[in-house]
């Protein structure tokens, strides 16, 4: 940790699914068991399965004492980052010690994919709310989508987020990310569905493909076409896809430091800048504009928006 920048926690961020969200990223970059076509932190470059103590422990408690300390209060602290935190094999000592450090609920937002392990199972015990993902529904199209490492079977993990339903006794959030020309028809959607009846989620929420992603086949679906296929999956289930960006809040100054912060974890919009850090979009567009000038930061279009990030490679949140 060095001046007021942290290794593990990032933010908060304004989040749509979460509110005011502290982020700690527990698990080296792209240190993933998928390697999604959709990914927004670009390609895996550590596709594995192996759980091992990828961050002191440690570390990322006194970071976040440390934190805290500062008498900021997120509405929830969230385990995720630019890697799969359920990886990490002390994860459960993690979320234990933030639950005895403050009373402000956890989440973990994880791809699901090793929520069979027993071991996983128990040591996300802790967390108030989980947000596993499931993107296909079928041996095929997870493939396809989400490229796993070889020796996960999706059998395997549709039926661990079944049977983790049954031991989680708090809340389950999915996540279904839908990409145009590979899970864009009824019929493969329909697939996913009967899965997503299985598990039981208390959230079943609607993704695409709106921020820069790994390949540039993995394409979004329009919004009309998403409202359509959400509806197969029933009155639950919502759309958290931000195609507008638009501002939710506006408050403080934009802050030069906090901007790059943000940028390193995701690539972002104006809008999105403007309103995962709760700044006015005026006076993020001026910051914003000399950060790009003083190539601490860079442009990147996607369709017709246009996105910054960092000029390297790490990012965070999912
Ligand atoms: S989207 Fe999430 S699960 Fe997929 S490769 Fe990126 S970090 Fe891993």
């Given at each position: 940790m060095t001046q007021g920048t942290y290794t593990h926690i990032f933010g908060p961020?304004?989040?749509?699914?979460?509110?005011?969200?502290?982020?700690i990223d527990i698990i080296p970059f792209k240190t993933c068991t998928y390697d999604c076509i959709y990914c927004e932190q670009g390609r895996t470059t550590n596709r594995?399965?192996?759980?091992?103590?990828?961050?002191?422990?440690?570390?990322?408690l006194t970071e976040l004492e440390q934190f805290l300390a500062k008498g900021?209060?997120?509405?929830?602290i969230t385990v995720s980052g630019a890697g799969e935190p359920t990886l990490h094999s002390r994860m459960g000592d993690i979320l234990q010690g933030i639950k005895a450090m403050t009373p402000v609920p956890v989440a973990?937002?994880?791809?699901?994919?090793?929520?069979w392990d027993s071991n996983v199972q128990r040591d996300?015990?802790?967390?108030?709310?989980?947000m596993p993902s499931l993107d296909a529904g079928?041996?095929?199209?997870?493939?396809?989508?989400?490229?796993?490492?070889?020796?996960i079977p999706f059998e395997k993990i549709a039926r661990g987020l079944i049977d983790f339903r049954r031991v989680f006794p708090n809340e389950i959030?999915?996540?279904?990310?839908?990409v145009d020309g590979i899970t864009s028809g009824e019929n493969e959607v329909r697939d996913i569905v009967q899965w997503v009846e299985q598990i039981r989620p208390d959230r079943i929420?609607?993704?695409?493909?709106?921020?820069?992603?790994a390949e540039s086949f993995a394409r979004p679906i329009a919004r009309k076409r998403l409202e359509m296929l959400t509806a197969l999956f029933g009155p639950r289930a919502e759309i958290i896809a931000n195609y507008s960006g638009t501002s939710l809040s506006t408050e403080d100054t934009p802050d030069a430091d906090r901007i790059v912060d943000l940028l390193l974890r995701r690539p972002c919009s104006l809008s999105e800048i403007a309103e995962a850090l709760g700044l006015r979009k005026m006076e993020t567009a001026k910051t914003v504009q000399l950060l790009v000038e003083q190539h601490k930061i860079v442009e990147k279009r996607f369709g017709n928006q246009l996105f910054f990030s960092s000029p390297g490679e790490g990012n965070a949140t999912k």
């Open positions: 961020v304004l989040s749509r699914r979460l509110g005011k969200s502290l982020g594995t399965a192996e759980r091992k103590e990828y961050a002191p422990v440690k570390d990322v900021v209060f997120p509405d929830y973990v937002i994880t791809n699901g994919s090793l929520l996300l015990l802790a967390a108030d709310v989980v079928s041996e095929a199209l997870f493939r396809r989508l989400d490229r796993p490492v070889n020796e959030w999915l996540e279904v990310m839908l929420q609607i993704n695409t493909v709106v921020r820069p992603p």
